[in-house]
Each structure stands twice: as C-alpha cells, then as structure tokens.
C-alpha cells in the first residue's frame, strides 16, 4: 500500500498559523482511527534552533531523543500522539549539511552536486523515512511563505512527490489569508487568488485553502475563491480566529475538512470521535472560576519562547474547570536597587502562584531570586523549571543557610559557593562546548514526596531535559540541613532532578522541562497539582480578605 501524505503550506504573510492547521488535520484523522504522523521543514539556513534566540524564533521544543526542534512540534505532539523525533523536523542547514558530508565522502562519484536533483531528493528520502512506520497519512507542514526563496527546494520536493506517488496519495493544504478591509468594510479574496497562483507558478495545483481571517466568510466568497483558485467550493474551508486554539479541529470539523481530506486521498476510515474533545472546549469556555499565576522570566516580551509552558499551564487550569490568568513579569524589573530594597513585592502581591521557567544566561537572576524568595517566605505556591529549580536552590542557599554569596558559575565563575555547576565540572571534566543534557532522562522519586505522590505515586518517571548546569551535590547536606528536600535524582545518583520545600502549601522545583509532555486531554501531574495548589491559595486568600472586609464594616 502506498504511503500517504497531506503537504501544508502557507501564503500571503507568515504566522497565519500553519503548525496549528496540521496539528488540527492530524487530530482530525487520529479521531477517525487513523495512525498519522508529522512533519516540520524549515527552511532557515541554521542545523536547528537550538542556538537562535528565544526572541527570534521563539521557544526550542525538546524530542524524546533530545533533538533541539521547532516549537510547532509542540503543537502536533499537544495534539495528536504521532511519535516525534529528530527526524521529523529538518532544516536547510540540516539538508545540507547532510549532502556536503555526503559530497566529501564521495558519495555522488563525482557528479556536479545541484538542488535537483541532489537536494529535493534528500528531502524525499527525509518524508519516506518518516512515513515508513506504520502511519496511515503523514502530514508535512513547509514552514515560510509561499514566494521565499528557501522554500524553493521543498516546494519543489512535494511537488515531485505528486508526480511520483499520484494524485490519491498526495493532498495539498494551502492556508491563505483573508483580510478584513476597514476602509472599505469588506473582507478582500485578491491575496488568495495571489497566493495560489504563485503556488501554481511552480508547479503545485492547491486542493484545499484553509482561509484565514477574523471573520466568517460568507458563501458568495467562497464560491468566489473556488472559482479563482480552481477548487470545489467545499474545499474552501473557513479558518476564523476562535478564543482558543483547542477549538480549532472542531470547527474544521464542522466544515468537512477531514472527510473532504478522506475522499481525496480515497481512504476509508470509520466516523470521527470528537467528544472528549468537545468536552474540553466546554470546559474552556464555561470555567467555574479562574487562577492567576505570575510567570517571572527573561525572555516575556515574546510569549512564544515559553508555548509549551503556557499551554501546559493551561492544561492544568482547564482539567479542574478554571480559567487560567497569566502575568508576564520581566525578571529584571523585580531586582532591587539596595540589600534592603523590597519594592518589587508590590508586583508580586495577589497572585494565586508563582513561576520562574528556563533560560540561559546572567540578566535577570537576582529579579527571579527576589521572586522566589517571596513565594517561599509569603507561602505563595511555587513552580520553578530548569534554571527556576537552580535559583530556587541559589535562594535558600544564600538566605535560609546563611552562604550570602552562594550564585552558579554560569552567573559568577569566581564564586566561592557555587551551588550549581556547569555539567561536567561537576566531574571534573574540562569546557564542554556546546553540550548539553538532552532528551529523555529517567528519576527516581523519593517515596511519600509532593512529586511521587503528584505522580500517583510513581517511583520511576521520564521526563526530557535542555541544560548546562546541575545542582552541586557538595552542598546537599547543608541544603537539606536547612529543610530542603531532594525528592527526585538520576538512577545512579549523579544528579539532582527535583527540589521540595516540606511544609509550604507547594514550593517544588524540577531540573527537567515537564512542559514538553503535557497535552490538554492528558494535563502534566506537575502542573496539574500547581494549580491545585495555587487556587487553593486563591480560595483561603479571598477567604481572609471576606472576613477581614466583615471586622472592618
């Protein structure tokens, strides 16, 4: 049987929302009991996003197998349970890379080296790879914008893709945008008809146009686009911004996407399933109340660097029928100006929770211990990530056990109590690069802990890193003297993988990035259990506030 696949690419302008649209297509067809996977090209010239800035790309999604991938990955993991790994996200420089390697070997027997047929056949062989375990439809979003010139080669790839396995095996999605005209108080098709026609100008004939705009489109218009764009008028599916992105597959649903996707792809597959999901977008929409939690990070202008955290969050808030309400605190604006200097609890007063996240680098680090510290001494629950567990571990060092200077040699090489490591450091090894503790790592749990018992009481998990540094296992005892408690290390005891605070309503910190494992009908135990923790906060707060309100009147 031949594979199948669904090719997704976008026009018009960039962000219209390409990675949701395939994620949404392959939840669409796993309701129907069908197995998918999924795919991301890239086409920036960089081997992945690992070393691009949080700002400029937005958050690094980590694989089991520790590959450093684009966030849409998040997405089609989040929504669907197709196996991702560093195979389905390639880029250009990746592309290349292979082929100079290849080309140095002397793999081509001396042959001129070209983009066709040497480059579209490497990025062939990339989706036959990832279509050869068992999946039904493979779903390839090409990232960019339809008339980029780096989208070229993998346009050009899928296009020959249709001519090799045939029109009932390939589908093309092309998501466009219809723009809302306030001038002229009328929804505008002319960058549609634009876009496609330049999709056809390179060979590639849209079979579907998923359109974009803040507004349904009426049925003249889309007769309008069919007629224009050469498509049946049911393949002009409307895509109107909805409040959550969780809505999404249901109204692709409503308007026929997945059997429409079915039909031409001659594929026969039992009746969608979308009730759990349905069940979800209720309980979006209908909270029974809300929880606010402050975020405190250094990368806030750009919500994107922390998507997987924030839909986690969500996952959490909507599991227990609350709205989740985020404030984005810039770490920096929480640092004080003098020892004495508490002016930044002002900023942190009224919220349910608090949590610092991952990042790299010295900005912003005395904001967050400022942060921390007030969750820990206030008993406001506390979530800290990756570089959040090391600060947490920074601040009760320096002011719970008395080692005023203790920092991280990321933040001061020269300290004198450097309670987090860089990685191999810690065993003595020299520099190490650009190395960094990857993918899937096993904990054990430390029996009757907030962690084990957030776990259902589970004694071994699996959780996937992105880091450096470690806690420095030298100042255990001294930490764990003060009443911290080490509830989570590696199998054979080298490293710490989560801190706990016994006593306070909830102040656990985890080395490892559980945000990457959180899906809205399977929400993270961690942050499930955070938010419980936080609206019960939220509960007695406004409690106290009640009766406080009645002795004043």
Same mark, same amino acid.
């Given at each position: 049987?031949?594979a199948?696949?669904?090719?997704?690419?976008?026009?018009?302008?960039?962000?219209?929302?390409?990675?949701?649209?395939?994620?949404?297509?392959?939840c669409?067809?796993?309701?129907?009991?069908?197995?998918?996977?999924?795919?991301?090209?890239?086409?920036?010239?960089?081997?992945?996003?690992?070393?691009?800035?949080?700002?400029?790309?937005?958050?690094?999604?980590?694989t089991?197998?520790?590959?450093?991938?684009?966030?849409?990955?998040?997405?089609?993991?989040r929504?669907?349970?197709?196996p991702?790994?560093r195979?389905?996200? $390639?880029?250009?420089?990746?592309?290349?890379?292979?082929?100079? $390697?290849k080309?140095?070997?002397?793999?081509?027997?001396?042959?001129?080296?070209?983009?066709?047929?040497?480059?579209?056949?490497?990025?062939?062989?990339?989706?036959?790879?990832v279509?050869?375990?068992?999946?039904?439809?493979?779903?390839?979003?090409?990232?960019?914008?339809?008339g980029?010139?780096?989208?070229?080669?993998?346009?050009?790839?899928?296009?020959?893709?249709?001519?090799?396995?045939?029109?009932?095996?390939?589908?093309?999605?092309?998501?466009?945008?219809?723009?809302?005209?306030?001038?002229?108080?009328?929804?505008?098709?002319?960058?549609?008809?634009?876009?496609?026609?330049?999709?056809?100008?390179?060979?590639?004939q849209?079979?579907?146009?998923?359109c974009?705009?803040?507004?349904?489109?009426p049925?003249?218009?889309?007769?309008?686009?069919a007629?224009?764009?050469?498509?049946?008028?049911?393949?002009?599916?409307?895509?109107?911004?909805?409040?959550?992105?969780?809505?999404?597959?249901?109204?692709?649903?409503?308007?026929?996407?997945?059997?429409?996707?079915?039909?031409?792809l001659?594929k026969?597959?039992?009746?969608?399933?979308?009730?759990?999901?349905?069940?979800l977008?209720?309980?979006?929409?209908?909270?029974r109340?809300?929880?606010?939690?402050?975020i405190?990070?250094?990368?806030?202008?750009?919500?994107?660097?922390?998507?997987s955290?924030?839909?986690? $969050?969500?996952?959490?808030?909507?599991?227990?029928?609350?709205?989740?309400?985020?404030?984005w605190?810039?770490?920096?604006?929480l640092?004080?100006?003098?020892p004495?200097?508490?002016?930044?609890?002002?900023? $942190?007063?009224?919220?349910?929770g608090?949590?610092?996240?991952?990042?790299?680098?010295?900005?912003g680090?005395?904001?967050?211990l400022?942060?921390?510290?007030?969750?820990?001494?206030?008993?406001?629950?506390?979530?800290g990530?990756?570089?959040?567990?090391?600060?947490?571990?920074?601040?009760?060092?320096?002011n719970?056990?008395?080692?005023?200077?203790?920092?991280?040699?990321?933040f001061?090489?020269?300290?004198?109590?450097?309670?987090?490591?860089?990685?191999?450091?810690?065993?003595?090894?020299e520099?190490?690069g650009?190395?960094?503790?990857l993918?899937?790592?096993t904990?054990?749990l430390?029996?009757?802990?907030?962690?084990?018992?957030?776990y259902?009481?589970?004694t071994?998990?699996?959780?996937?890193?992105?880091?450096?540094?470690?806690?420095?296992r030298e100042?255990?005892?001294?930490?764990?003297g003060?009443?911290?408690?080490?509830?989570?290390?590696?199998?054979?005891?080298?490293?710490v993988?989560?801190?706990?605070?016994?006593?306070?309503?909830?102040?656990?910190?985890?080395?490892?990035?559980?945000?990457?494992?959180?899906?809205?009908?399977?929400p993270?135990?961690?942050?499930?259990?955070?938010?419980?923790?936080?609206?019960?906060?939220?509960?007695?707060?406004?409690?106290?506030?009640?009766?406080?309100?009645?002795?004043?009147?």
């Amino acid at each position: 049987m031949s594979a199948k696949y669904v090719f997704v690419t976008g026009g018009v302008v960039s962000s219209l929302g390409k990675g949701l649209a395939a994620a949404s297509i392959g939840c669409l067809l796993e309701s129907r009991g069908l197995r998918v996977n999924m795919m991301k090209f890239d086409p920036y010239l960089n081997v992945d996003p690992g070393t691009m800035s949080p700002f400029q790309h937005g958050e690094v999604f980590v694989t089991d197998d520790g590959a450093e991938t684009d966030l849409d990955l998040g997405h089609y993991e989040r929504f669907t349970h197709a196996p991702l790994s560093r195979d389905n996200n $390639l880029t250009t420089g990746r592309i290349y890379e292979q082929i100079i $390697l290849k080309e140095r070997r002397g793999d081509y027997l001396g042959k001129t080296v070209q983009v066709i047929p040497h480059v579209t056949n490497e990025i062939k062989n990339a989706m036959r790879k990832v279509s050869s375990n068992g999946a039904d439809v493979t779903i390839v979003e090409i990232g960019g914008t339809v008339g980029d010139i780096e989208s070229l080669p993998f346009l050009e790839a899928i296009r020959q893709m249709r001519q090799e396995l045939g029109r009932e095996n390939t589908v093309f999605v092309h998501l466009t945008l219809v723009p809302w005209i306030a001038a002229a108080q009328e929804l505008k098709t002319k960058p549609t008809q634009h876009s496609v026609k330049e999709l056809l100008g390179i060979g590639i004939q849209a079979d579907i146009l998923l359109c974009r705009s803040d507004r349904p489109l009426p049925r003249d218009m889309k007769q309008k686009i069919a007629l224009f764009c050469n498509v049946e008028e049911k393949a002009v599916i409307g895509a109107t911004t909805v409040p959550s992105i969780y809505e999404v597959p249901l109204r692709f649903a409503d308007e026929g996407l997945d059997a429409l996707i079915l039909k031409y792809l001659h594929k026969v597959a039992p009746e969608s399933d979308m009730n759990r999901w349905k069940d979800l977008v209720h309980r979006c929409y209908n909270p029974r109340d809300e929880v606010s939690i402050a975020i405190v990070g250094k990368y806030v202008e750009y919500e994107d660097s922390y998507k997987s955290l924030k839909e986690a $969050l969500t996952h959490g808030a909507v599991s227990q029928h609350l709205k989740l309400k985020v404030t984005w605190i810039e770490a920096e604006g929480l640092e004080s100006k003098t020892p004495d200097d508490k002016s930044y609890e002002s900023q $942190l007063e009224g919220f349910d929770g608090i949590l610092v996240p991952g990042g790299f680098g010295k900005r912003g680090i005395e904001g967050m211990l400022n942060a921390i510290r007030y969750a820990r001494e206030k008993q406001v629950p506390y979530f800290g990530i990756c570089l959040g567990m090391q600060t947490a571990c920074i601040e009760f060092a320096r002011n719970v056990c008395g080692l005023k200077d203790a920092n991280s040699s990321e933040f001061d090489p020269a300290s004198q109590h450097r309670i987090i490591y860089k990685l191999r450091e810690l065993l003595g090894v020299e520099e190490m690069g650009g190395t960094m503790r990857l993918g899937a790592w096993t904990c054990i749990l430390q029996e009757d802990s907030l962690a084990a018992k957030a776990y259902g009481g589970a004694t071994e998990i699996s959780e996937r890193h992105r880091h450096r540094y470690e806690f420095n296992r030298e100042y255990e005892a001294l930490l764990t003297g003060g009443g911290m408690l080490i509830s989570g290390t590696t199998p054979d005891a080298t490293y710490v993988e989560i801190i706990e605070l016994p006593g306070h309503p909830y102040f656990l910190g985890c080395q490892f990035h559980p945000e990457f494992k959180s899906k809205p009908l399977e929400p993270h135990p961690l942050f499930r259990e955070f938010i419980s923790a936080s609206y019960k906060n939220r509960q007695a707060r406004l409690a106290s506030e009640s009766v406080a309100s009645e002795v004043e009147a």
